[in-house]
């Protein structure tokens, strides 16, 4: 399944697997001026691919390599003969996907990327009139990178931020790295988020800055209750409750557990670049 809307001059390409007739876990990708920020998963590739035709695009910019944001680079490229631009690390994940370890559910609902061939990108991407800063940003995966274009205060934050709340996390992802991220992003002026699971956030900042306030008072929580010597499981049951419907159906991979043991024994990175 594929929805196009508009906001502003970005044009959002909202997919996803919909086999019961709503999105099985949703993606964004995005449209700004001649540049596609990621392109999906491959579950909506023949609708993607009929509606790029007749739009302008000269290249792709990936935020990183998860199967949902490069799952139609190898088509489009193919097709259009476009260029992929992304972090030095992501590379090897474009041209060999299999390097993602897939679970079961990854599977079902984003499935393998095709192969394709990208290229380091710089400190600065053009868009057409548009200009962007590229600020790593690492935390859910170290080859994350967010776009940020000043004049327009937009921020493209891949899957960074996904929504102010935070209960759940992926079982490679580092909760603390994730935390100072955002601070290092919360100093920009942004009136748009362009997120890839939530879509249009606006009060970009405020967002951000409430997300950091909320991660910040978790930590605190957590850390406090392990101060007394409770165990990670008695503490995630005190705090965040009983595990959901994620936890079995992603085989533990995506969890409340995963957040309280990352902010215990995650370490902290000393700078990040």
Known sequence: MLKISEHDSVTLFYMGRSPLGFILYPVYA??????????????????????L??????????????EDHIGNNGDIQERFGLPIYTHLSALPY?????????????????????????????????????????????????????????????????????GTTFIYLRKDENYLQILDTLKKLSV????????????????????LLKKISKMEQLRDRVLALREKCLPPREIREKILGKEGAWNLITGGHYSKQNTIDSIIHGKRPDKII
């Not at 995005?30 to 509606?51: E, P």
């Not at 035709?53 to 998860?66: D, L």
């Not at 394709?116 to 991407?125: E, L, P, R």
């Open 30 to 51: 995005f449209l700004v001026g001649d540049t596609l920020i990621d392109t999906g998963t491959n579950r909506a590739g023949k609708q993607f691919l009929s509606a």
């Open 53 to 66: 035709k007749g739009r302008t695009i000269s290249k792709i910019v990936n935020t990183h390599h998860h």
């Open 94 to 162: 474009l041209e060999n996907p299999r390097l993602n370890d897939l679970r079961l559910y990854q599977k079902i609902v984003w499935d393998w990327p095709k192969k394709s061939k990208g290229t380091a990108i710089g400190s600065t991407i053009a868009a057409g009139n548009h200009h962007f800063e590229v600020i790593n940003s690492p935390g859910h995966t170290d080859d994350h990178i967010c776009l940020y274009e000043p004049d327009k205060k937009w921020l493209f934050t891949g899957d960074l931020f996904c």
């Open 188 to 207: 920009l002026e942004v009136e748009t988020i362009f997120c890839n699971l939530k879509g249009v956030v606006k009060n970009g900042r405020e967002a």
